[in-house]
C-alpha cells in the first residue's frame, strides 16, 4: 500500500456492528463480559479502546513499523520511555532537543538517576566519544528546533548498533510523510500527534511506533500500568486529521519553499535557516532522508534585536503569533522569548539563536497572501 492510500485504509475498516465508513467514538470506559474473563476482547478502557486500536494500527502502517502505542500528549509518550530506564542508566541527546522534552529529562528524571547529555549530534561522529556501557538510548530530533539542523539517522543507528544501544527518534517535525526513522535504523519513533498528524491545532496527543515485539511489550505494559491514555474523541480527531496528512504536508513543504526563497532575498533578513536550501550544511543529508524539506523555516534580521522581531510578530495578519505548528494556519513565533525563553542568552547566541530570530510553521493558505503578509510586516521595520 503507498503512503497515501495508507492514511485512508491502513487499519481502517467499516464498523463491523453497524458498517459506519468512519471509526466511531467508542465512548465507554467499561465493556460486558459474558462470564468472568469471557469478553470480546475489551474488559478497561485504559487497557483497550476500539478507537485508539484503529489508530495505533494506523500509525504502526505510516512509519513502517508494527506496533503503534498512543498517549495523552508528545510528553507523555516520552515519559513511558524515560520509565524504561533504571537509574544510573545514560542517555545522548542533541544539544537543541524540544524544550519539553529536556525540562522532563532534567526536572523530572534527572532526581532518579537517569543521566542526559546533550551534544551536538549534527556530526554523529561526536556520539563515539561519550557512548559508553551506560548508555541506554540515543534520543534524536531532526530537523531540530528551531535552528532546523540535520541529524544523519543512519548514521548515528549505525554508531548505536556497534554498542547495542537503541535510538528514539522524535519525527514530530516532518511527519511520516516525508521521513521514516524506523527504515533508517531506529527502534523507536516518537510524534507529538499534536503537530502534523492531528494537523487542525484542536488536540493534544502523542504515539510511539516500534518494530520489536519484546519492546512492544516493555512499552504497552508502561502504558496501561502508568495511565497516560488519549480519550476516544481525541483518539478520532487525529485519524481525521490524518486522512489529509500527505495533502497538508506537500502543499506546506512547497509554499515554504517559495517563502524561504523569498526571505532570502529580503534587504531587512541576515539568515534564514532552511534545510531546502543547497546551502544549508545538512541539506544533502535531508535530500537523502525526507521526501521533501518541511514546512518550517526560522530567520534573523539585520537588525538584531527583540524589538524588531516583535514589531514583526505583530504586523503578520494571517501568520498568528503562538506556540507550537504544523497545524493548518501559518503560525509566527520569537523562540528568545516563547519556546526557549528558559534557556541562558549566552547559550542561545552560542547556537544562533539570537534575539531577532523568528520561526514560521507554514499552513496550507494561498501562498501569495502568506507572501503579502510578511511584506507588509517586514516593511514595518
Ligand atoms: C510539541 C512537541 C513535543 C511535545 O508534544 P506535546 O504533544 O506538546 O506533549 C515533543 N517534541 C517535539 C519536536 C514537539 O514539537
Not at 28 to 56: C, D, F, I, M
Not at 116 to 142: G, M, Q, S
Not at 182 to 191: E, F, K, N, S
Not at 249 to 254: E, K, L
Request: proline share 5%.
Amino acid at each position: 500500500m503507498k503512503f497515501a492510500t495508507k492514511v485512508i485504509h491502513a487499519g481502517i475498516e467499516p464498523d463491523p456492528l453497524t458498517g459506519a465508513v468512519m471509526t466511531p467514538i467508542y465512548q465507554t470506559s467499561t465493556y460486558a463480559q459474558e462470564s468472568p474473563g469471557v469478553h470480546k476482547g475489551y474488559e478497561y478502557a485504559r487497557t483497550q479502546n476500539p478507537t485508539r486500536g484503529v489508530l495505533e494500527t494506523n500509525l504502526a502502517a505510516l512509519e513502517n513499523g508494527k506496533h503503534g502505542i498512543c498517549f495523552g500528549s508528545g510528553l507523555a509518550a516520552q515519559d513511558a520511555i524515560m520509565k524504561l530506564l533504571e537509574p544510573g542508566d545514560e542517555i545522548i541527546s542533541t544539544n537543541d532537543l524540544y524544550g519539553g522534552s529536556y525540562r522532563q529529562m532534567m526536572a523530572v528524571y534527572a532526581k532518579y538517576g537517569i543521566v542526559c547529555h546533550f551534544i551536538d549530534l549534527a556530526d554523529a561522529k561526536n556520539l563515539e566519544t561519550l557512548i559508553n556501557e551506560k548508555t541506554k538510548l540515543i534520543w534524536v530530533e531532526t530537523p531540530t528546533n528551531p535552528m532546523l539542523k540535520i541529524i544523519d539517522i543512519e548514521a548515528v543507528c549505525a554508531i548505536a548498533k556497534k554498542h547495542d544501544v537503541n535510538v528514539l527518534v522524535d519525527n514530530t517535525f516532518s511527519s511520516p510523510y516525508l521521513q521514516n526513522p524506523l527504515d533508517l535504523g531506529a527502534d523507536i519513533v516518537l510524534h507529538s500527534a499534536t503537530k502534523y498528524l492531528g494537523g487542525h491545532s484542536d488536540v493534544v496527543h502523542g504515539a510511539l511506533i516500534v518494530k520489536d515485539d519484546a519492546l512492544h511489550d516493555r512499552i504497552r505494559f508502561i502504558q496501561n500500568a502508568s495511565g497516560a491514555v488519549p480519550g476516544p474523541q481525541d483518539c478520532f480527531l487525529i485519524l481525521r486529521g490524518i486522512k489529509t496528512l500527505h495533502l497538508r504536508v506537500q502543499r506546506a513543504c512547497d509554499t515554504a519553499k517559495q517563502i524561504a526563497k523569498y526571505l532570502q532575498g529580503h534587504p531587512a533578513v541576515a539568515n534564514v535557516y532552511y534545510p531546502g536550501f543547497e546551502s544549508h550544511p545538512g541539506h544533502s543529508i535531508a535530500a537523502k532522508q525526507m521526501r521533501d524539506f518541511g514546512g518550517m523555516i526560522s530567520f534573523d534580521l539585520k537588525q538584531n534585536t527583540e524589538e524588531a522581531a516583535s514589531n514583526v510578530l505583530s504586523n503578520t495578519h494571517y501568520f498568528t503569533l503562538a506556540e507550537s505548528l504544523g497545524g493548518v494556519e501559518s503560525l509566527i513565533g520569537h523562540p528568545a522569548s516563547m519556546t526557549h525563553a528558559s534557556i541562558p542568552k549566552e547559550d542561545r547566541l552560542k547556537v544562533g539563536l539570537t534575539d531577532s530570530l523568528i520561526r514560521l510553521s507554514i499552513g496550507v493558505e494561498d501562498p501569495e497572501d502568506l507572501l503579502n503578509d510578511l511584506e507588509k510586516a517586514l516593511s514595518s521595520l
